[in-house]
């Protein structure tokens, strides 16, 4: 699966932004898509997934209430909408793929990676 993600850019503390992971080659029929988040020196940690077949959905703490991720069949992508952004999410983005996967918070269950997209909270 190839994976390109993109929508990051400057942001005010308190603005939004939407993030988009296309898949270029395929469907994401029985995959689970999750959006991870690296900020400088710091580990990749995890954001948000969904599962693709029923929409079930996993969230981070950290962005619960404020970010909503959703698919787009039409489209073939999935959507992270993030409000109420704060400095502390400056990071860059990263949309994977798990072949059959649920949903889970942890990056070695994911198969397939995009490339980062940069998202900056700053005044």
């Known amino acids: 699966v190839q994976l390109q993600a993109f929508g990051g850019g400057l942001v005010q503390p308190g603005g939004s932004l939407r993030l988009s992971c296309a898949a270029s080659d395929r469907t994401f029929s029985n995959y689970a898509v999750g959006w991870f988040r690296q900020a400088p020196g710091k580990e990749r940690e995890f954001v948000a997934a969904?599962?693709?077949?029923?929409?079930?959905?996993n969230y981070a703490d950290s962005v619960k209430g404020r970010f909503t991720i959703s698919k787009d069949n039409a489209k073939n992508a999935v959507n992270l909408q993030m409000n109420s952004l704060k400095p502390e999410d400056t990071a860059v983005y990263y949309c994977?793929?798990?072949?059959?996967?649920w949903g889970s918070g942890t990056p070695g269950s994911y198969g397939y990676w995009g490339q980062g997209t940069l998202v900056t909270v700053s005044s």
């Open positions: 994977a793929a798990s072949a059959g996967g």
């Open positions: 969904i599962r693709w077949s029923g929409g079930a959905t």
